[in-house]
């Protein structure tokens, strides 16, 4: 549910929302969430100064019960 919680989040800012994808995967400091988009939409995701990916990380991390890492990656095209 937290990934898709986050990917919807996603979805609604970029250009290419067809270019998000959300993993989530346990590990034994808690879950991470490795979320990918498409390289034109990394500035938007990440935000001005990291507000817009801090926003998303404190969403994640208020839906969650648990410890979790949300980290941002771009989709390189081949």
Known sequence: MLAQAVEHL???IVDFPDDVSVKSHENPRG???RVRVNPEDIGRVIG???RT?????????ALADHKVRVD???V???
């Open 10 to 12: 996603i979805t609604n």
């Open 31 to 33: 879950e991470l969430l």
């Open 48 to 50: 001005r100064n990291g």
């Open 53 to 61: 990916a801090n926003a998303i990380r404190t969403v994640a991390q």
């Open 72 to 74: 941002i990656m771009d």
């Open 76 to 78: 390189r095209k081949k």
